[in-house]
């Protein structure tokens, strides 16, 4: 094989390899990228479903100390 063509080969086969190093680096950054997003999502999820059963809770729970309260007035009078 002459010279130019033994050049010609081995800067093809860096090029390929730097090309597939790219290729896998993106490929990397785009699978960490989506399970940084769906860890978020989750995180808000579950921080929203949290906050909406407090939600809930807080009224029944405000509601019978109100009645424990009226109840201890009475008896107090």
């Not at 997003?37 to 405000?62: F, G, K, L, N």
């Amino acid at each position: 094989m002459s010279e130019q063509r033994v050049l010609f080969l081995q800067k093809s086969l860096i090029g390929t390899c730097a090309l597939l190093a790219l290729i896998l680096l993106v490929s990397f950054y785009s699978v960490v990228n989506a399970a940084v997003d769906r860890a978020a999502r989750q995180r808000v999820a579950s921080t929203e479903s949290a906050q909406s059963v407090d939600r809930t809770a807080a009224p029944a729970t405000q509601g019978a100390s109100a009645r424990g309260n009226a109840l201890l007035a009475r008896v107090g009078h």
